[in-house]
């Protein structure tokens, strides 16, 4: 009976630290362009991989947008395109940058109105199976990065 | 021997005439732009559309005005805010002379965007830009005048849609003659420089 109860307590504490340890990516530069209406938004962010192997970003979830998707902005050959993608690699020890013109989370339907100002958690979703909850600061429409 | 220096004195007199005439003509193209020039290329500005405010408007109410003329659409998450937040940082560093020029955001997606999407959506912007739509024959006639197709793609659930559409920028000097082309990449600085040309030229 103890021996199962030290078992299950072990098994619990691997289990935390696997969710706290789970993710080596770090996010900064967490931004929302927020548009009029309920107009589709933009989320951009840096996300760097402090992990020995690669990673891929696939998706997102949050409770303010009724979608979340990872697209590809393009203008090649004079013509602005926009296209979903699956996995967004970022490799070991290396960096991807979510922004304008770029890779971006396209977030749809927003549940309440975003405010300028507002912190927006969106929890990112990578091809391990792991999470990562971040805090994206929601900018003015006319905003060009997640600073003046 | 004295023969041939009679038509080679013509023959300077005449290629003289010829660069005069050529400058006279030429005398757009004489000023220093930094963008790729399209005058000549492109024909002057054009349409019957309806404003942001609801009201019809014509290339004539825009005479006087530098015009920077960019197609797009209001559920463009990223690609169109971008260059209208790109296009509001130049005319801030217009300053007072941004009064003389307009930016005009034509909707290449009619169907949704309504005058009133428009006007909410381009006031989040630069205060001089105006929201254009209009029926989907008269956006397509402006956008095949200057080749900027553009085409509705499919995309997730609900009957949602995206529209792929031309980058360029086209500017318009006062008298509606299109002069240079921009692209979301140009350096901000060189859309300034030659803004600013032809808001001094007055030519
Ligand atoms: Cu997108």
Not at chain 1, 33 to 44: C, I, K, T, W
Not at chain 1, 53 to 61: H, I, R, S, V, Y
Not at chain 2, 24 to 40: D, N, V, W, Y
Not at chain 2, 125 to 149: C, M, N, P, Q, W
């Amino acid at each position: 009976m103890k021996r199962r109860a030290i078992l299950l307590a072990g098994l619990l504490v691997a289990g935390l630290a696997h969710a706290d340890a789970g993710v080596p990516v770090t996010a900064s530069h967490a931004w929302i362009r927020v548009l009029p209406g309920n107009l589709p938004a933009g989320a951009y962010v840096v996300l760097h991989n402090d992990g020995a192997k690669p990673l891929a970003l696939t998706g997102a979830d949050t409770a303010a947008y009724g979608e979340a998707m990872l697209h590809e902005s393009s203008s090649t050959g004079g013509v602005s395109r926009m296209r979903t993608i699956d996995a967004l690699p970022i490799p070991a020890h290396g960096t991807r940058t979510l922004a304008p013109g770029g890779y971006h989370l396209m977030l749809m339907d927003a549940k309440h109105p975003v405010h300028p100002g507002a912190k927006i958690r969106i929890t990112l979703k990578f091809d391990d199976g792991s999470t990562l909850p971040v805090d994206f600061l929601a900018r003015p429409a006319s905003a060009l990065s997640d600073k003046d | 021997m004295k023969h041939p220096r009679v038509p080679r004195l013509a023959l300077f007199l005449w290629a003289l005439a010829c660069c005069l005439l050529l400058a006279g003509c030429q005398h757009h193209e004489a000023l220093p732009f930094k963008l790729t020039r399209i005058s000549g290329h492109m024909p002057d500005l054009q349409f019957r559309l309806t404003d942001d405010n609801g009201k019809t408007v014509t290339a004539d109410d825009y005479r006087g005005k530098v015009v920077l003329l960019y197609f797009g659409y209001t559920h463009c998450p990223d690609v169109c805010p971008l260059t209208l937040a790109h296009l509001h940082v130049v005319m801030q560093q217009l300053g007072k002379q941004a009064d003389d020029v307009r930016i005009l955001f034509v909707s290449v997606d009619p169907t949704r965007d309504t005058p009133q999407a428009l006007h909410e959506y381009v006031r989040a912007f630069d205060k001089h830009t105006v929201g254009l739509t209009g029926s989907a024959g008269a956006i397509e006639a402006l956008t095949k005048r200057y080749r900027a197709a553009f085409s509705r793609e499919p995309s997730g659930k609900d009957g949602n849609y995206e529209v792929s559409h031309s980058s360029a920028i086209y500017v318009f000097d006062r008298d509606g003659h299109a002069r240079v082309l921009s692209t979301p990449i140009t350096p901000q600085a060189d859309l300034v420089h030659d803004l600013k040309l032809l808001l001094d030229s007055g030519d």
